[in-house]
């Protein structure tokens, strides 16, 4: 997956998790809680969907790198490294 | 007699009989095993089923939901035992754990109430109604009150201070008895916590209360229990209930199943939402684990029990509305401890109107008065002993009522009373702790994996995760490692 592809796969899963936000304004820079109403627990099920669809583990001691969507790409680009992006809410 | 009793005729205990294996046709294997179906039980079995894992729930009594439950009396009554009220972040997890169906009857409560010598107030029990008060009932200014709010909602679980509650509340309103007993008393009775407790299992409560007020299920406790029970179905966990277990069963530091009636079921992954004291010490065993680790466990304090009072108004009668939650006390200043004496002068009332069961067929109300309590005071006591005693309980409510709500006695045509005793009896809680354990429980629950490999807990527990919203979203932060360690293990086996 590329850079955008896995903002995409992020952006698909806050979509499953939170289905009532609107995703369209969000920037890549800013904490995604600033943007919108997530929550801790929202982003253990952020965690959970990432182990699910591409099978990568997260370490709690890491969760913070998930913050802004620019975080999530640096994190998982090495990690997603010839994956198909799974679109769920297309 | 107690009057459960005479319901299953043929039975020693008040519970049913059991007629028959209740394991009868289970697997040999699951990937989880799940000890226990209250909130956190069901909450941690749901989703790791629609995670994709076979999940065996298994429960020792005939009802599922364990504190969160209810009972039905002769002439129509139907009482709710924990449904007094949960902060706004239910609806949430109810949407995002169970269903939209679920989460779309999590609605607000109309009125607290606040009745005692000190002060006598109505509130919609959240930030800004509390600052309202705070300044002008209660004389504070208003940057007193807001810095106060600023510190409580910036608390968070990585950086404990060590101060107490009643230090936070010292450290703001120094000689405050009666600004102390409106912080401290609500949320003494929701989770049990006390002036001596850490300062941020007070502060991550409170703000959770106080971001948007108190909130209640429409349809009652069984209604909501019932709808679960539909969803874990369909999300493919298999329940069972009348399961008594009584081993995890280990070797070479890793649980690998449960024993109960006769049978040994194995799983990939035990979650037990049992008590923690019983799930390390009973389930696994002292054996299991080192000495010093025994010796820790056995010094987590236990959370106080409560007493309730249960009190059915008769078919036909009407109660005008009154409020929802009634915190009162006839004491003339605000005791932390004394909220838990066995002939304590603060309770709590819980009302409940035709409104709050709209599915009923017959429109009835219900009143349910509930104290903190603790075991000791009433382990001891004889059959008769334990009979007056709760006779006085159930006098002493109904005149406190009465004063408070004159005309409503005579309405009445159904009282009982539960003690730490029902609370111990129903759940299995060593002294009837209706919410865990102490603050320095938590690490223990949450670090169980690492003692016995593949063996969690899930259930309420130091203070924080505690409450129907606390069990419901511990159950999903234990499934989440839950989740995390099957996965691997699936890996390992492919
Ligand atoms: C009187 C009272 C009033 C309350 N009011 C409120 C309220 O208004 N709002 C709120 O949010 N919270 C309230 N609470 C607290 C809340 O009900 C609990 O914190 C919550 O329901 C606990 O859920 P749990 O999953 O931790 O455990 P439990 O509900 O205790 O569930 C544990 C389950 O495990 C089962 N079990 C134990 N051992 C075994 C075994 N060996 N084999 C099989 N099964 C086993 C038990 O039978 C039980 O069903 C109240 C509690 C009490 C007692």
Same mark, same amino acid.
């Given at each position: ?90 | ?44 079995? +749901? ?22 439950? #209810? ?26 754990? #169970? ?16 009745? +005692? ?26 940057? +007193? ?95 069972? +209930? ?112 035709p409104s709050g069961r709209p599915e ?17 005071? #009433? ?15 159930n006098e002493d409510t109904l005149v ?67 409450? #129907? ?26």
């Amino acid at each position: 997956m590329t850079r955008d592809e896995i903002i995409l796969a992020v952006k698909d899963i806050i979509t499953t998790i939170a289905p009532d936000e609107d995703l369209d304004g969000l920037n890549n820079t800013d904490p995604l809680r600033d943007q919108i109403e997530l929550d801790s627990m929202d982003f253990l099920d952020i965690v959970m969907e990432l182990r699910k669809r591409y099978g990568v583990q997260v370490p709690e001691e890491e969760y913070g790198v998930l913050n802004t969507l620019d975080g999530c790409a640096d994190y998982l680009l090495p990690k997603l490294e010839g994956q198909e992006l799974k679109m769920v809410n297309a | 007699m107690d009057n459960r009793k005479k319901y299953y005729r043929g039975s020693t205990d008040g519970k049913a009989p059991f007629p028959r294996d209740p394991l009868a046709g289970a697997k040999d294997y699951y990937d989880l095993i799940v000890i226990g179906a209250g909130l956190a039980g069901m909450t941690a079995a +749901n989703v790791l089923a629609r995670a994709g894992f076979s999940v065996l729930l298994t429960e020792q009594h005939y009802n599922y939901g364990g504190m969160a439950t #209810w009972f039905k009396r002769p002439g129509g009554h139907i009482f709710d035992v924990s449904l007094h009220g949960f902060p706004v972040g239910m609806k949430k997890t109810c949407r995002k754990y #169970w269903s939209k169906e679920l989460a779309d009857r999590v609605i607000p409560l109309d009125s607290v109430k606040f009745k +005692n010598p000190q002060f006598d107030i109505e509130t919609s029990f959240d930030e800004v109604d509390f600052t309202r008060h705070l300044v002008e009932t209660f004389g504070l200014t208003r940057k +007193n009150v807001d810095e106060f709010f600023a510190h409580v909602r910036g608390m968070n679980f990585y950086d404990d201070s060590g101060e107490t509650t009643g230090e936070l509340f010292e450290h703001h309103f120094p000689g405050r008895n009666d600004v102390h007993r409106l912080l401290m008393e609500p949320i003494s009775y929701a989770n049990g916590s006390s002036l001596a407790d850490p300062a941020i299992s007070y502060g991550i409560v409170f703000s959770n209360f106080m971001s948007k007020g108190v909130y209640t299920y429409v349809g009652g406790t069984d209604h909501m229990i019932g709808l679960m029970k539909k969803e874990l179905k369909q999300s493919g966990v298999e329940l069972r +209930n009348r399961v008594q277990v009584e081993k995890i069963l280990v070797d070479s530091g890793r649980a690998y199943g449960i024993e109960a009636h006769g049978h040994k079921i194995e799983a990939g992954a035990v979650i037990s939402n049992a008590n923690l004291k019983s799930t390390i010490l009973n389930l696994v065993g002292p054996d299991k684990f080192d000495a010093e680790y025994v010796k820790e466990v056995e010094a987590i304090r236990l959370n106080n029990s409560s007493t309730q009072v249960y009190m059915g108004i008769r078919d036909g009668e009407e109660v005008p509305f009154e409020t929802d939650l009634l915190f009162t006390s006839t004491r003339e200043r605000f005791d932390s401890p004394a909220l838990c004496d066995m002939h304590g002068e603060s309770r709590t009332f819980s009302f409940y109107y035709p409104s709050g069961r709209p599915e009923a067929s017959n429109k009835r109300y219900t009143i349910v008065s509930s104290m903190n309590a603790h075991y000791a005071d #009433w382990a001891d006591l004889t059959d008769e002993q334990y009979e007056t005693e709760k006779a006085k309980l159930n006098e002493d409510t109904l005149v406190a009522l009465e004063n408070l709500v004159p005309g409503t006695r005579a309405k009445i045509d159904h009282v009982e009373a539960a003690t730490p005793r029902t609370f111990k009896f129903y759940t299995q809680h060593q002294l009837g702790s209706s919410f865990g354990t102490k603050f320095e429980g938590l690490g223990y629950s949450m670090d169980l994996s690492k003692q016995i490999e593949g063996l969690y807990h899930a259930g309420s527990v130091g203070i924080i995760m505690s409450g #129907w919203l606390g069990a419901a979203n511990y159950g999903v932060i234990t499934a989440n490692k839950v989740d995390s360690f099957l996965r691997d293990l699936a890996e390992l086996k492919a």
